[in-house]
């Protein structure tokens, strides 16, 4: 776009990339509700083949593009376009959050490479700076997305360990590559560096998303890939004021804040703050290991036919899944034993906390997956006045957001919006063992004397549960 | 500054604000698939390299293009589908059974 007046061409261009902007728009905003999401997402994707469209149609009527750009541009399209169709349409949805970053991943790769690519013909030191600012940004940005986001899914996908990695010298490492970013980023937008330079930076920010990623503890991988998200966003937004584009500038901002009001709510619901997650998960500090207190601490286990028994002859059942069962992949088992007791007459309803699962909201996805109706799926505030009137609770894989200790000062989840389950008349958790969940300190929960534990692993023992509950119901 | 450059940082704030008050507002039930439309939304970025290619006279500069073009490409329709995938699932209750 240049000042002054337009060609009617020019016109009819820019305002259809308006168009396009604008069923990002409002293709975002219809996926406020279950019930126009999908809508809205195919409203967005018609927007985005708007503005692919209309590149090809400007790209054709300016004729400056050499063939050799025209086929290797359309050889980089298949191949990238294909790869994503096929991951995208095998993936299994216990596997999609590594994917969904990996995206993430390539998105920030290309935002990156837009820059270098653009600083190859034109010397950096001619470039103005309106020029050479959103560059060093896009690089910089775009660089620590694209490692960031890779450690990330290796993290989620068991490649990379998901416990927080730190090793010698890690601060120090840090420190060096940020000053060679920060300081090469320095000279490159004061129109004083050149690509090499720029290629230095590249460099330094690769490494500092591969360091500031690996000591994140694997639970904390949905605030992270949010918040890499919107670095993504950014990142975008800059390599369209690279290249003078406005539906980049336009859309990359969306995304920008998108992924920022997410990684905000993501933090708060795990009573965590940002700053503190980036430094490094639970249990690299020196919290102490905080013992139950209250209660007696005597465990008491359950058998499956007591448990089936007990779920069988519920008025109302909450199920609580949580992280465990993401892993167990046991959403199946589960929603069958629910629909057996519907059958039988119980009602059934799901609490979710928020952080569930592996990514902000993916315990709800899971269980759509398993043919559950969202209007089963509870949130925190709608499901917690519900408890006090619950006959049976069954907690399934999740740990700590159901820790009463969280009602209390002084320990690792105090203050963390928890699930009120040990209001309920009963709770059955079933899980493997006593092991301690993230926070590293005892559920209080499973001391309760109301609360009965099924020691089993989540897709066997939900099996058992509905084979038992079948007993009672036909 | 030139108007050009008002205009386009003057897109970018509203594009932001815009993007605060449409996600604010979207229940705890669909994160992950706005997470993941919101991802595939920056696939935008391959409008970016189509841009690039049109100005890439070089080796250098076609290889860069190939990996762009390559990622751009990943991230567009990867994202729209893995999304729409998600969305799919999610249904009413289905048959003729009500719950209140």
Do not use: W
């Not at chain 2, 604000?17 to 705890?28: R, T």
């Not at chain 2, 860069?64 to 329709?77: E, H, I, R």
């Amino acid at each position: 776009m240049t000042a002054g007046d337009l060609s009617g061409f020019d016109s009819a261009v820019a305002l259809l990339y308006l168009a396009a902007a604008v069923s990002f728009v409002l293709g975002l905003h219809l996926m406020n509700s279950p019930a126009g999401a999908r809508k809205g997402n195919r409203l967005s994707a018609a927007g985005m083949a708007l503005a692919i469209a209309l590149t090809v149609v400007v790209l054709v009527h300016d004729d400056v593009i050499t063939g050799t750009g025209a086929g290797v541009l359309a050889a980089g399209l298949v191949v990238g376009g294909v790869g994503g169709l096929i991951s995208a349409r095998r993936v299994q949805m216990t596997d999609m959050p590594q994917l969904v970053s990996l995206f993430n991943a390539v998105g920030g790769g290309a935002a990156a490479l837009i820059a270098i690519g653009d600083a190859l013909p034109h010397p950096l030191r001619d470039a103005p700076v309106r020029t050479t600012i959103p560059t060093v940004l896009d690089v910089l940005i775009g660089a620590i997305t694209f490692s960031g986001s890779l450690i990330a899914a290796g993290k989620l996908a068991g490649k990379v360990s998901g416990s927080p990695i730190l090793f010698p010298g890690n601060r120090v490492l840090s420190v060096l590559l940020a000053l060679v970013a920060l300081g090469g980023g320095g000279v490159v937008a004061g129109g004083n560096g050149g690509v090499p330079l720029l290629l230095v930076v590249t460099a330094a920010a690769l490494g500092i998303g591969v360091l500031i990623t690996l000591p994140i503890g694997g639970a904390d991988m949905p605030v992270v890939i949010s918040l890499l998200n919107a670095f993504t966003g950014t990142a975008v937004a800059m390599a369209g004021f690279v290249l003078d584009s406005t539906p980049l500038i336009v859309a990359g901002a969306l995304v920008g804040a998108a992924g920022t009001i997410l990684t905000l709510l993501m933090a708060e619901a795990m009573n965590r703050s940002v700053l503190g997650i980036m430094k490094g998960g639970f249990g690299v500090g020196d919290e102490a290991h905080v013992a139950a207190e209250g209660a007696g601490g005597a465990v008491r286990s359950t058998s499956v036919d007591d448990a089936a028994l007990q779920l069988a002859y519920a008025r109302s059942v909450v199920v609580v899944p949580g992280y465990g069962l993401a892993a167990a992949q046991a959403q199946h088992e589960l929603v069958e034993l629910c629909q057996a007791l519907e059958a039988h007459g119980v009602e059934v309803s799901y609490g979710i906390h928020p952080v569930a699962g592996r990514m902000p909201g993916h315990m709800n996805v899971l269980l759509a997956e398993a043919n559950v109706p969202y209007t089963q799926l509870r949130d925190l505030e709608e499901i917690n006045p519900e408890f006090p009137r619950t006959d049976v609770v069954l907690v399934v894989g999740a740990n700590d957001v159901t820790n009463p200790a969280a009602r209390r000062p002084g320990n690792p989840v105090s203050g963390m919006p928890i699930l009120d389950v040990d209001k309920a008349r009963s709770i059955i958790v079933i899980k493997r063992s006593m092991a301690s969940g993230y926070a590293g300190i005892d559920n209080e929960l499973y001391t309760d004397p109301k609360t009965a534990m099924l020691f089993a692993d989540a897709k066997a023992g939900l099996k058992q549960l509905h084979t038992g509950v079948q007993a009672y119901v036909s | 500054m030139t108007s050009t450059l008002i205009v386009a940082i003057t897109v970018f704030v509203l594009g932001l604000l815009v993007g605060f008050e449409v996600i604010s507002k979207v229940p705890a039930t669909l994160h992950t698939p706005l997470m993941s439309g919101a991802n595939a939304i920056h696939g935008v970025v391959v409008v970016g390299v189509m841009v690039l290619a049109a100005s890439t006279h070089t080796t250098a500069g076609y290889a860069v293009v190939f990996v762009a073009a390559a990622f751009a490409a990943m991230n567009v329709v990867g994202g729209y589908v893995v999304t729409d995938r998600m969305l799919e699932m999610f249904h009413a209750r289905r048959g003729p059974k009500e719950q209140a």
